[in-house]
């Protein structure tokens, strides 16, 4: 694993499986929102996807949890598939930039 990954608590128990990917930016993705959501995560295998790239499709990448996180995890994953995490083209756009544009700054 690697150091993005959150830090093992005994107290929450072991890591489980959350759920299982085919490229490894997305278990980094996931593992992001995980714990942006304050959910300890850790992404487990995806060196060796990008290592053997011809066996990558039949390799799976690991998004790990505490396993006494794994029903807030399931929430937040679920929600993340729902679209409860995209962020809009007005949200994204910076405040300030529209400030800059009219004229509001020296």
Same mark, same amino acid.
């Given at each position: 694993?690697?150091?993005?990954?959150?830090?093992?608590?005994?107290? *929450?128990?072991?890591?489980?499986?959350?759920?299982?990917?085919?490229?490894?930016?997305?278990?980094?993705?996931?593992?992001?929102?995980?714990?942006?959501?304050?959910?300890?995560?850790?992404?487990?295998?995806?060196?060796?996807?990008?290592?053997?790239?011809?066996?990558? #499709?039949?390799? #799976?990448?690991?998004? *790990?949890?505490?396993?006494?996180?794994?029903?807030?995890?399931?929430?937040?994953?679920?929600?993340?598939?729902?679209?409860?995490?995209?962020?809009?083209?007005?949200?994204?756009?910076? #405040?300030?930039?529209?400030?800059?544009?009219?004229?509001?700054?020296?």
């Amino acid at each position: 694993m690697d150091e993005l990954n959150s830090s093992y608590s005994p107290e *929450l128990g072991d890591w489980v499986t959350l759920t299982t990917v085919f490229q490894p930016m997305e278990a980094f993705m996931l593992r992001g929102v995980l714990q942006a959501a304050r959910v300890p995560a850790a992404v487990a295998d995806a060196n060796l996807v990008q290592a053997h790239g011809l066996l990558a #499709p039949a390799i #799976p990448v690991r998004v *790990l949890v505490p396993e006494g996180c794994k029903l807030q995890a399931e929430a937040v994953l679920a929600a993340f598939h729902r679209g409860e995490y995209r962020l809009d083209d007005e949200m994204a756009d910076d #405040p300030a930039d529209d400030d800059m544009n009219k004229g509001s700054h020296p």
